[in-house]
DNA sequence: CGATAATTTGATTTTTCTCAAGACGCGTGG
DNA sequence: CCACGCGTCTTGAGAAAAATCAAATTATCG
């Protein structure tokens, strides 16, 4: 597989749920390849909101960007494995290997991708960003036929789109009063009616679509 | 000099202001390195809004997120020389010197780190993201001394920070109202008082100070 | 099945957007 | 070198979106 190391390399580390994996300010000697679990990046600003740079799956990638340190910490938001492998290694490993900084370049171009995507999402409405934010999680995260995990709280959502906990909440249940979704809980949500089945990647396109209708109580405009 | 290309590969091409280097969905065959004038990257959404990916400089590369097409437009905002070069020639110079493929994969690693600060940016306030901008432009836009030349429209900087024209005057005014910038004319701003002579890192971290003081009038609350 | 933390919901305030004029800077030509 | 015209920018008032504060509700875990 593109995108994961060999089992050859790094060793393999278990953090339980909430433990800190990297943090801020740590030298950046290493990239963390996820076995298991999900992790997300996060930064605290002084006056102590917090941001969240990204989520993470097994067979993700996550400490790329670091050249000297780590200017986000990473956090395991479920029980997370993960293999852990040194820069030095890497690079040792890419000259006799050309295979290996192609696929290191290639990580991080993609890498490079999705984060101007959620650049480009975050200036856009909240509804919007709630949206792509589903899309990503059914194309990128866990999900299982029309049902999509979603490990992170509702804060760590708020903190990744730039909204408040209850912006995202409200969003959220306004999108399942239209009929996009269906809430399961405080950890997945489905896909309803035509959103069902399609390619995730039609669906940040699809949901689109409803945003300007108003069936508030019945009635259409 | 880390981050440009050597001269003996690549085209080199001319662009006049306002034209459109590369294409959204053009194949991603290429990327571009700029020797003089300033670039941005854009993308048209369906209802007409527009939105700018990143500002480019004299040196800087760009076109390296891309895999198979460009998901972003490329416009000259001055008249403009690039050189364009391959990603061909560059995979077969990489096998012959491994600083090439190390060179590409800073320049990526770079990209993304600033990406990655934006989507932060993005995630917070208006007058927070105006700071973090002129802070970039600062550090790395064009200057000299105090002075930050803007050869963007205010157009192009509401669209990279998700904002409306409107909000981006407003703020900039509010910003030299309290005494922190120099408003000279539609291209270039001087950061003033206690901002002259930093280094560009700390500007985004001195200007959060002023953020809290409201001396509307004259009078401290 | 109950305790606890997370989420939802409501009322209100603040921030940002929208729409509409008006002012100003920049490049041109006299 | 200055006046002119046009496009860009600024400013104001009202509307909409999202944040804040407070309280009620509901999952999840033991």
Same mark, same amino acid.
Request: hydrophobic letters at 45%; aromatic letters at 4%.
């Given at each position: 597989m593109f995108g994961s190391f060999s089992e050859r390399i790094g060793?393999?580390?278990?953090?339980? @749920?909430k433990r800190e994996i990297?943090? !801020?300010?740590? $030298?950046?000697?290493r990239v963390y390849e996820i076995i298991s679990g999900t992790v997300c990046t996060t930064k605290m600003l002084r006056d102590g909101r917090r941001q969240v740079g990204g989520f993470y799956f097994s067979g993700d990638v996550f400490g790329l960007e670091a050249a000297v340190k780590h200017s986000l910490a990473a956090q395991a938001i479920t029980d997370v494995r993960?293999?852990?492998?040194?820069?030095?290694?890497?690079?040792?490993?890419?000259?006799?290997d050309c295979k290996v900084a192609g696929r290191l370049l290639s990580l991080t171009a993609r890498e490079l991708a999705r984060k101007q995507s959620?650049?480009?999402?975050?200036? @856009?409405?909240? *509804?919007e960003r709630l949206i792509g934010f589903i899309a990503e999680m059914a194309q990128h995260g866990i999900s299982k036929g029309d049902?999509?995990?979603? $490990?992170?709280?509702? *804060?760590?959502?708020?903190?990744? =789109?730039?909204?408040?906990? !209850?912006?995202?909440?409200?969003?959220?249940?306004?999108? !399942?009063r239209r009929g996009a979704i269906k809430i399961k809980g405080y950890n997945a949500i489905? =896909?309803?009616?035509?959103?069902?089945? @399609?390619g995730a990647e039609e669906?940040?396109? =699809?949901? !689109?679509?409803?945003?300007?209708?108003? $069936?508030?109580t019945k009635q259409a405009a």
């Open positions: 060793v393999v580390r278990s953090y339980a @749920r990297v943090r !801020e300010d740590d $030298p950046a000697t993960v293999r852990i492998v040194k820069k030095q290694t890497l690079s040792a490993l890419a000259l006799s959620l650049a480009l999402l975050l200036s @856009r409405t909240a *509804q049902r999509i995990a979603l $490990p992170m709280t509702r *804060q760590d959502i708020a903190d990744y =789109l730039g909204l408040t906990i !209850e912006t995202v909440s409200r969003i959220l249940h306004d999108l !399942e489905v =896909l309803r009616g035509q959103f069902v089945e @399609r669906l940040a396109d =699809l949901f !689109e679509g409803i945003k300007d209708r108003q $069936p508030k």
